[in-house]
């Protein structure tokens, strides 16, 4: 009896375990995508207010829909319908996270059907959501933290200089994808990570911020460069083995900014990181298995390793299919990923990390040691292409509108500064109603 009421302390293999649950056969592997996009006002062009409009928006459209609340502290912070979700960010901007799915098609279709519900109920209240990096006008002094408490502590917490920018005014589209093994897992985690710079100058797409020109092609990386340098970044030396359990050291030496206990969250605030936690507890509480999946999620490398893998840095653009079938095109195809690490083999971990540092400001008109970013760009998108046609779902589709940009040196950040500082003659009514029309494309 005694020993039926003894409480399983948390163990690192409990922790371990975690990730190889994510281990799948290739046949069941699967897409994922989050996708968050900007509320902006169609006649005032400044960002939406919880208050405003959003708080509005999330009340109609589950009335209409069907869709549960998701509440924190009992304000409605968000919306759910079996394993799809429309949450919102911390300035809030509107996030969709749907189901998995077998093909980028089933991912699209979701997203359609999702849209044509969406800025139906959006319109009447003047409100339309942009897919770009960065809120265009309003500034993240003029933009309120929405009503959910563990925001209002990253908010206090996050120390770099750009974090409230990174919080209250970006939006971006996150890739999920699957492996078979921890093998595959590092594989694919390395070789993400050594692709997200050149993805993020293909998809540089945040140029204009409160009304004028950054002098950066992607403002939205650049405050992720400034935000918190324990947590963010890549999460290895790419030139080193790497495993797993190297993984889940490096998450759980990051200080601990908040844990949650019945529904509250306890304010850590670095005081800890989850090592000392493990060891020591922290005022009476003791480690769980829940502690580690919020301190996990409170880690935001490049690529974050999940029970899949979670690539997180590209700007919001219309093109967020794209995004998902360069990694598909290569992550799901062994020699597209030994083409793509043949590619690499001259470049170093330092190349790689001095790369995601000037891809802000100058997207493809980087270079990476000796090499031109555009044309490893290029190359990139030619393994991925060749992959998908070779898969015979015809997802090779999804990589036309970026080729045709690629192809001719431009990422989406240097169409709308070709316009801003031309016939929109840095007018933002005219860069908004663009981005507006370009988003009710994909409805």
Not at 29 to 35: D, I, K, M, N, W
Not at 219 to 243: I, P, Q, V
Not at 360 to 383: G, S
Not at 392 to 402: D, M, Q
């Amino acid at each position: 009896m005694l020993s039926s009421q003894i409480k399983h302390r948390l163990e690192k293999e409990d922790i371990l375990n975690l990730y190889k649950k994510g281990f799948k056969k290739t046949e069941e592997y699967l897409v994922g995508v989050e996708y968050e996009r900007l509320p902006v006002s169609l006649s005032s062009f400044k960002s939406i207010d919880y208050q405003d409009g959003i708080c509005d928006f999330l009340r109609q459209f589950a009335r209409e829909e069907n869709w549960d609340y998701i509440t924190d502290d009992f304000n409605i912070i968000g919306l759910k319908q079996n394993h799809d979700t429309i949450t919102l960010e911390p300035g809030c901007q509107i996030e969709l996270s749907i189901k998995p799915e077998k093909t980028i098609f089933d991912v699209q279709e979701k997203i359609r059907s999702l849209n044509k519900k969406i800025f139906p109920i959006l319109d009447k209240l003047n409100i339309t959501l942009l897919e770009y990096g960065i809120s265009p006008l309003t500034t993240n002094k003029n933009i309120n933290i929405i009503p959910k408490r563990r925001y209002k502590i990253m908010a206090k917490y996050l120390w770099g200089i750009l974090s409230d920018v990174m919080m209250r005014e970006t939006a971006g589209i996150q890739g999920c994808f699957d492996f078979s093994s921890e093998e595959d897992a590092v594989r694919k985690f390395k070789l993400a990570n050594k692709l997200v710079p050149f993805m993020t100058a293909m998809f540089a797409n945040s140029p204009i911020r409160g009304g004028v020109e950054t002098g950066y092609k992607s403002f939205r990386s650049l405050s992720w460069l400034n935000t918190d340098n324990d947590r963010c970044g890549f999460a290895c030396c790419l030139d080193d083995e790497f495993s797993l359990d190297e993984y889940i050291n490096k998450v759980m030496q990051s200080p601990i900014i908040f844990l949650e206990k019945e529904n509250n969250p306890i304010e850590i605030n670095g005081r800890i990181n989850f090592v000392d936690y493990m060891e020591k507890g922290f005022e009476g509480f003791e480690p769980t298995l829940n502690d580690y999946k919020l301190h996990a999620n409170l880690y935001f490398p490049e690529v974050r390793l999940r029970n899949f893998l979670e690539i997180r840095n590209h700007d919001c653009t219309n093109m967020p299919y794209a995004v998902l079938a360069i990694y598909k095109g290569i992550l799901y195809n062994k020699y597209a990923m030994e083409q793509i690490e043949e590619l690499f083999k001259p470049l170093r971990h330092n190349d790689f990390a001095e790369l995601r540092y000037n891809v802000p400001k100058n997207a493809l008109q980087c270079r990476i040691k000796n090499y031109a970013v555009l044309d490893i760009a290029k190359e990139i998108l030619t393994i991925a292409e060749k992959s998908l046609i070779e898969s015979g779902k015809s997802e090779e589709k999804f990589l036309e509108p970026v080729k045709e940009l690629v192809i001719n040196g431009l990422c989406p950040a240097d169409i709308i500064l070709r316009s801003w500082n031309g016939i929109w003659n840095k007018d933002i009514k005219k860069l908004v109603d663009y981005l507006n029309k370009i988003s009710l494309l994909n409805i």
